[in-house]
T-cell receptor, first 110, second 115 residues
Framework: AQRVTQPEKLLSVFKGAPVELKCNYS??????LFWYVQYSRQRLQLLLR??SRESIKGFTADLNKGETSFHLKKPFAQEEDSAMYYC????????????FGKGTLLTVNP | GAGVSQSPSNKVTEKGKDVELRCDPI?????LYWYRQSLGQGLEFLIY????????KSGLPSDRFSAERTGGSVSTLTIQRTQQEDSAVYLC?????????????FGPGTRLTVL
């Protein structure tokens, strides 16, 4: 069975500090990993996906198959980064459903 | 264009009553998903539609939960004989069937409160 674990429910940092949101997954095949973000009073939206290898809003995430991790990182956090972050996994094949972690609430303090 | 819409935005019901939640996906999106978001549980997958068929219903928590999709568009999630533990935000998402992206677009959710 596939599983996504986000060990931190809450993460608080100061503006300008580096931030890392942890995500580990369990899946026997070749997964696709995503980070979704939900800002206050807004819809859940895609932040980035591992296959794109892109940086969005200064965030990056690298898939580490050896450690089965997909941690989200940003070198200098901004107050507007405060939000709920969900790591998600799509299994291979034609089933497009996502398995989400329980989320990490990031607060960036001024 | 319009995004995913859901109705009602809020629903308060009494224990034991039936409720219907509606989802209008983005036009042209063949895949539709229902998730449940509750405190401490994160986002739980409920059911996935490809067109009008549901190849994965594995997340429905009990036989009180059912969903249908007609015309490859609108979907309704029905909860019969609601229980207090059904209280949550029910999210709908839609996507293209595209191996390259698979970005899911989420609706605003329906907040269900069972008294």
């Amino acid at each position: 069975a596939q599983r996504v674990t986000q060990p931190e429910k809450l993460l608080s940092v100061f503006k300008g500090a580096p931030v890392e949101l942890k995500c580990n997954y369990s899946y026997s095949g070749s997964p696709e990993l995503f980070w979704y973000v939900q800002y206050s009073r807004q819809r859940l939206q895609l932040l980035l996906r591992h296959i794109s290898r892109e940086s969005i809003k200064g965030f990056t995430a690298d898939l580490n198959k050896g450690e089965t991790s997909f941690h989200l990182k940003k070198p200098f956090a901004q107050e507007e980064d405060s939000a709920m972050y969900y790591c998600a996994l799509k299994s291979g094949g034609s089933n497009y459903k996502l398995t989400f972690g329980k989320g990490t609430l990031l607060t960036v303090n001024p | 264009g319009a995004g995913v819409s859901q109705s009602p935005s809020n629903k308060v019901t009494e224990k034991g009553k039936d409720v219907e939640l509606r989802c209008d996906p983005i036009s042209g999106h063949t895949a539709l998903y229902w998730y449940r978001q509750s405190l401490g549980q994160g986002l739980e997958f409920l059911i996935y539609f490809q067109g009008n068929s549901a190849p994965d219903k594995s997340g429905l928590p009990s036989d009180r939960f059912s969903a249908e999709r007609t015309g490859g568009s609108v979907s309704t999630l029905t909860i019969q004989r609601t229980q207090q533990e059904d209280s949550a935000v029910y999210l709908c998402a839609s996507s293209l069937v595209d191996l390259a992206t698979n970005e899911q677009f989420f609706g605003p959710g329906t907040r269900l409160t069972v008294l």
